[in-house]
DNA sequence: GCGTGGCGGGAAAGCGCTTTCCAGCGCTCC
DNA sequence: GGAGCGCTGGAAAGCGCTTTCCCGCCACGC
């Protein structure tokens, strides 16, 4: 076990050249090499199985080749698509990506952070949502600060303000139309299953949304909070169904707090659509085999991981960019006339 | 931007100490230092927002905190809990895990691992499915070698005999347990949507199934082969529903497999589980919100990645380890009498 | 009194690369 | 014909750390 490691030494010695030529024929330069020497060192790397050590690397050229993802729970379909398409994006341009997870808790975003830039790492996407809470924020900004310093980029999804490079979709002008459509359905009464209240993704669904109920003239939706999970929008959904409340329609800030609520109502004898309507926001894979199919307001996850990775890979100018992707309405069989 | 990183010996010249008393107290070391001169460092070293440079570090030890996660597709349901419990077992060791698509390609396989060999990762967990192409399985076999040669571990997850540490499913088993299981149902007819042919999870899964069946007494099931996805699935399920089957039950090897059939059954008007039962493999998480809900083998996902986790990140001696877990039916709606 | 050994501190030698700088060589251009 | 230039190759200086080695100091034992 562990033979020593091939070093672009040997591989210069048994080649019968410098180091220096070496590295210009293995690592690509500006500088040229005769086709004679080029040919044996690659020769020799291959024979001996060469592989440069991307630490070494790094260090001499202080940048590295890796970029940072960090989502709360990569089991959460809504990040593994943007992880996908981040991942895809990276892999392209021979980047490599470091998987970091946060559970939610806001301190592990800032932890993770510190890691990355003590790796240097080139870029970062922070998909995770934005929270309102103060310190956090401060603290979250503070690191962001320190690694752009350190000459790294971070782009965030959905989460514009922060000073960075954001993808934002329009999840207020998206909440909006959906209460449009959903009221030209006929619903008159509306509950919301929205998010925790510091989450400012779910607060601007939910804005948006009452912005449509309001333009539609029709009064603001009962609205019950939960965690943006599956068993958040599945205790919501109880929460609201023992309020006995009198809404013939719900919407889940969430596709996936939707699909926990779908449970819910299921178990509790609500039948979708025909006793209540519900839809939900993202349009998360999952939902082409729900029954009934989920009604919701598509976003083009995986392609807001390949933007995001993109705006983080491509140096840019000095100024913020922001790349905002609509919404799109798709009322399918969980919405019916009312 | 670009504000001179701040190194360590700026930190032992700020604090007025050695470079080597710097390390010693910032990266704990067995050598003892004095209390007062560890105080001015850490102190220091705070004020400045010292970060260590990890490339440095992993140069200097020959040693990375990388642990890389090779998936076929972020996306599945199946990889992303895998990923879920590898992750969490290396954040917890304080290591950082790089994660690799190879969207079911094996020559990206093989090209992740000679990535992650050039950053000195530490260890490596193999979650995609194992071919029994001969030619890409020896190139891997090859670059797994490489890897350990290194110094580096490499565990897998469902594919036994590549020399390396495994986390093995009860796939036969599982299959075989299946089987009994429908056929107790009274079923007499069977039809399996099976992966790829050369995917060994896919051919132990139908074995295990067969056998069960012989056990049971009964013919060999009808077997169409798709890809390991939903949409292979699907097709795998119309091409079925086209051959006119009189089975009454279908076995998906894949969860995943089973979702696109059910959806392709719903389309063609085949109810379930009234005209059709079907089964699945895996238990991912999404079947919680199915309707009818999937019957399955259920693999504790997250579990697994989380043993191969600690199989790769524990030395263990030299001797290969292997971890059998067992799947578990789980019978639900989508079966029923006949 | 002096040798011994343990201990805390620093100097410096790497770790495996990249890149600058210099040397040598064959040309072109006055 | 010599100055100047462009080009290729090599020596060597880092990159930011870890770790070995050595040194001076003190407590101790004979």
Do not use: W
């Not at 001499?60 to 398409?85: E, K, M, Q, W």
């Not at 996936?256 to 209540?276: I, K, N, S, T």
């Not at 009934?292 to 100018?317: F, H, Q, W, Y």
């Amino acid at each position: 076990m562990s033979a020593r490691q091939v070093t672009l030494a040997e591989v210069a010695k048994q080649a019968g050249v410098s180091l220096a030529t070496a590295s210009r024929v293995l690592n690509g330069s500006t500088r040229q090499v005769s086709e004679e020497l080029s040919d044996r060192v690659l020769r020799t790397a291959e024979r001996l199985g060469y592989v440069p050590n991307a630490s070494a690397q790094a260090l001499a050229r202080n940048s590295s080749s890796l970029v940072g993802l960090v989502v709360h729970d990569i089991t959460d379909p809504y990040f593994s698509c943007i992880a996908a398409g981040v991942t895809r994006v990276a892999e392209e341009a021979g980047l490599v990506v470091v998987l970091g997870t946060t559970g939610r808790r806001p301190e592990r975003e800032v932890e993770l952070l510190s890691t990355l830039r003590a790796h240097r790492a080139r870029a970062v996407v922070l998909a995770g949502s934005r929270t309102t809470d103060r310190a956090s924020q401060s603290r979250l900004a503070a690191e962001i600060d320190a690694f752009t310093e350190q000459g790294g980029r971070v782009a965030c999804v959905s989460q514009a303000k922060l000073g960075t490079d954001t993808v934002v979709p329009g999840n207020r002008a998206g909440g909006r139309a959906l209460a449009r459509a959903l009221t030209e359905l006929g619903h008159k009464k509306f509950a919301v299953l929205g998010g925790p209240s510091e989450l400012v993704v779910a607060r601007d669904r939910l804005a948006g949304f009452k912005a449509g109920l309001a333009d539609a003239g029709i009064a603001p939706p009962a609205v019950v909070n939960g965690a943006f999970t599956r068993d958040g929008g599945y205790a919501a959904a109880m929460e609201l169904l023992a309020s006995k409340t009198r809404a013939t329609c719900v919407f889940a800030v969430t596709d996936v707090m939707a699909m926990g609520a779908m449970a819910a109502l299921r178990e509790r004898g609500v039948r979708v659509p025909e006793d209540m309507s519900i839809a939900g926001f993202d349009d998360i894979p999952t939902l082409r085999d729900t029954v009934p199919a989920l009604s919701t307001v598509r976003l083009p996850l995986e392609e807001m991981g390949e933007i995001a990775a993109g705006l983080v890979l491509d140096a840019g100018g000095d100024e913020v960019r922001t790349v905002r992707v609509a919404g799109e309405v798709v009322l399918r069989a969980s919405t019916a006339h009312n």
